[in-house]
Each structure stands twice: as C-alpha cells, then as structure tokens.
C-alpha cells in the first residue's frame, strides 16, 4: 500500500558506522516507511574497515534506490537527511557521510548529524513504547547500561575492554564458524548453545559497575583449542557467563534508579537466552521488560532517520563543515533535548 504524504515531511537516515549500510526513511510521527540494510560480509575473519567502506559506496545507490521505492515517496518529498556521525569506524563512517552530505546540499535540505548509540535506544523506545527505561545495549562494539537524567543518557557502566558481540563472534571464528547472509556470528553460538548440557566454570568479571570480557574471551579460546570440552557446551557456557555479568549490572542500575521499565537494544538484543535473563531481573523489580524487535537490533537506517527527526524538530542541525565524522562520540556527551 502506498503512503500518504502526511504533510509533516520525511527523514532520511543513513547508517554506514560499520559492516552494514542501511537506508530508512521515517514520517515525523515515526512511521518507518522503508528500512534497507545491506550487510558486509568478509571473506574470511573480521572486518577491515576499509573493505566494509567500499561495499558501502558501491552498495549506496542501489539501497538508497531501494527504500524510496518501498516508502513510496521521492527524493524531493524529503525534509531533512540524517547519517549516523559516530562513533564508529573512520572510512565507513567517512563513506556515509558524504552520501548524506551529498544529498542534503543536492535537494536543499537540512543535515542531522545522529549519535549511533543513541539512536540504538531510541528506535528501541520506539519500537516497544519504553519512555523512560533503564537501557541494555550490546552490540558488536558496544556494551552500555545507560539510563536517562538530566538532559543526557547517563552511562552506569560499560565495558572495560571489548564488547559483548565482539566476544561472541571472536570466539565464533575461533572456532571456525563462518557468518552467513542473515545469520551473524552470535546467533550461530546461540543456537549452539541450545545444546549445551554442561556447564563450565569460566572467569566472571565484573568491577564495581563496569564489565571485562577480555579474560572470559581468552579463558573459553584456550579450553576450545585443548578439546577437552564439546563446542556445544562451550557456546552455552559462554554465554551464560558473559550474560549474567551485564544482567547484574543491569539489575544494579534499575535498583538504584527505580525506573520502571528495562529496554534490551543492540544486535545482541535478538539472542533469546539474554532476554530471558534481563527480563526475569526486570520481573524481580516489578519493571517492564522491553526488548527491540530483531529487524531493529541490528544496525539499521530506520533508527538514525528517527533519530533525526527527533533532533529535526527539536532545533538541531548539522551545518555541512561541522558534520566531521566522531569516531569516539560517547553516549554520554548527547544532548537529548527530545527527552524530558
Ligand atoms: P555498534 O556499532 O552499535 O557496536 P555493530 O556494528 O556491532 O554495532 P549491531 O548490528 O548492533 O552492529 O550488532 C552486531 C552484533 O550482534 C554482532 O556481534 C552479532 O554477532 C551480534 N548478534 C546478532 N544476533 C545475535 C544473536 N542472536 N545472539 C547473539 N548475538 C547476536
Ligand atoms: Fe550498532
């Protein structure tokens, strides 16, 4: 069926922080009307940066072409362009920028400049309804419990060193499996784990509110290379570890704020066993436990082109020579005028 222009106008997004290019395109009532994602897949181990930057420009136009046609809308029915500004890596962010610089100064429109981690969380409050929930983000590079206070999402803690999906998809490919269209890395030692019978002791850290995975990665390689242990039950057990350490953060954080609602967002979002988990802790503190529908999980365009119009129509914009990409934006360092 196609779209009524409602009048209001139309948001653009662009995501391109790391191995996936994704168009989307939102009305400012936050209809998503098209979410196109094009993933890049390395050959083999992980990804080079600039690789993944040039299957997004060689992928762009053809997504871009691809989600006008699915919201039935034309280029110049567009009232602001979005792109996700960082953080991220330096090439594909470079890459996504310039398509959204590109075509803002071609139709006349604003350029938004969208914080990634912030739009993980916003299209996850979207998505489920959370207003003001106490946030899990876990992602390939990131892992943040962050809530909102005073203007900005606050980060109560985060990891020390790599992120969960990272410490997933490294063990993955230690292991020898290799990502699929459609199927990443973590889902494959997910469904792995469902065969899991025996539990292994495997090292828990976790340091006042913040989260190591660095040993726990280097404890379960070592073990997989002795044999000792099926692969099953180390994908189970890895799991298990590494889930409980950002569930009792995260129980901690809804303990101290007494938000009532807990948020699961982030490509790690869609795992099952995780949100069992988050959701019992919710449970325990009579919260709503929400969780991001998958096609949103992982990254996409739908979440920077609402995240647009959210800074849109709450006075930001980006003019051309201060929208330099920020590899490091932190979380926290957003304003989120939209929030009250
Ligand atoms: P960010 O820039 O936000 O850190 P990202 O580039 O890592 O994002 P996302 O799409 O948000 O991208 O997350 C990808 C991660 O999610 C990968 O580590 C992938 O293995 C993991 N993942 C996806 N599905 C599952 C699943 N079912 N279980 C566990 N992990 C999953
Ligand atoms: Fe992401």
Redesign the pocket.
């Known amino acids: 069926m196609k779209y009524e222009k409602s009048g209001e106008g139309y948001c653009l997004g662009i995501e391109s922080?790391?191995?996936?290019f994704s168009v989307g395109i939102a009305d400012f009532e936050g209809k998503i009307l098209a979410n196109v994602i094009s993933a890049y897949i390395p050959p083999e181990g992980g990804i080079h940066p600039r690789e993944a930057a040039r299957h997004h420009a060689e992928v762009a136009s053809k997504v871009l072409e691809e989600a006008f046609k699915k919201a039935g809308i034309k280029p110049k029915n567009l009232s602001v362009i979005a792109f996700a500004q960082g953080?991220?890596l330096g090439p594909c962010l470079r890459t996504g920028a310039t398509v959204a610089r590109a075509l803002a100064s071609y139709l006349g429109v604003p350029l938004v400049g969208v914080n990634?981690?912030v739009a993980?969380i916003e299209i996850g409050k979207l998505k489920t309804g959370a207003k003001d929930p106490v946030t899990l983000?876990?992602?390939?590079?990131?892992t943040i419990v962050a809530a909102f206070d005073s203007g900005r999402y606050r980060v109560f803690g985060e990891t020390l060193d790599i992120?969960?999906?990272?410490c997933?998809?490294v063990f993955?490919r230690e292991a020898g499996l290799r990502?699929k269209a459609g199927a990443?890395?973590?889902?494959i030692?997910?469904k792995l784990a469902l065969k899991g019978e025996k539990f292994i002791q495997l090292p828990y850290t976790v340091k006042g509110m913040d989260i190591s995975f660095s040993g726990l990665l280097t404890a379960t390689i070592s073990l997989l290379k002795k044999g000792e242990y099926s692969l099953e039950d180390l994908c189970y057990s890895l799991?298990e570890t590494a889930f409980s350490m950002v569930t009792e953060v995260t129980e901690r954080a809804l303990a101290h704020t007494e938000k009532k609602e807990v948020l699961l967002t982030?490509?790690?979002?869609?795992?099952?066993r995780?949100q069992e988990m988050v959701k019992s802790i919710a449970e325990e503190h009579d919260a709503v436990f929400c969780v991001v529908p998958?096609e949103f999980?992982?990254?996409?365009g739908a979440m920077v082109a609402w995240t647009g119009v959210l800074a849109f129509t709450h006075g930001l914009v980006t003019p051309v020579d201060k929208s330099f990409v920020r590899l490091k934006w932190r979380l926290d360092e957003v304003e989120v005028p939209w929030v009250k």
């Open positions: 922080t790391a191995d996936d953080p991220g990634h981690c993980h983000y876990v992602s390939g590079g990131n992120a969960l999906g990272n997933l998809d993955a990502q990443p890395l973590g889902a030692v997910e799991q982030g490509g790690v979002a869609a795992n099952k995780l998958s999980a992982v990254d996409n």
